[in-house]
Structures are given as C-alpha cells and as structure tokens.
C-alpha cells in the first residue's frame, strides 16, 4: 500500500516539476522574443527587399590574421645561402 502512495506521490512530482520547468522555457522564450528591436516597419515587399539587402556595417576589425607576424623558420633559412664546410 506504502508503495502505491509513494509512487502517486513521486508521479505527482514530476508532473509539477515538468509543468515548471514548461512555464519557465516559455516565459524565457517569449522574454527572449520581446527584446528584439523591433524599429525598422515595412510596408510593401519593395521596402522589405530594400531593407534585406542592405549589409550590416561593422565596427571590428574582421581579419584576425592580418596583424600576425611572420615566424615562419623555412622562409629564414636556406642552406644555399651559406658555404658548404665540406669544400
């Protein structure tokens, strides 16, 4: 009989901690959703195709290898350049 009560009780559980955690992914889900700007209207599909073409201007520099120097030890050395000790 013991086991019937616990085994309600613990299905009970779940179900409330599913139903909470179900609540908290859709609050933070339609949080998420209200927070995008939301400035930019259109009207027509001429003023949607305008507004989806134009390139996001960026602030950061996007070649992270421009600034690297060059140690590569193969361009350094050249064993023609040097006298051969065997001659």
């Known amino acids: 009989m013991e086991d019937k009560d616990n085994s309600k009780k ?3 559980k779940f179900l409330l901690a599913g139903a909470v955690l179900v609540v908290i992914v859709a609050l933070g889900f339609f949080w998420y959703l209200g927070r995008e700007d939301k400035n930019t209207r259109v009207e027509t599909t001429e ?11 960026t602030q950061v520099e996007t070649n992270p290898v421009k600034k690297v120097p060059d140690i590569n030890p ?14």
């Not at 193969?74 to 001659?87: A, C, I, R, S, W």
């Open 10 to 12: 613990n299905t009970r």
């Open 47 to 57: 003023e949607a195709m305008e507004v989806l073409s134009q390139t996001p201007e």
């Open 74 to 87: 193969v361009e350094k050395t050249n064993p023609f350049k040097t006298n051969n000790p065997f001659q």
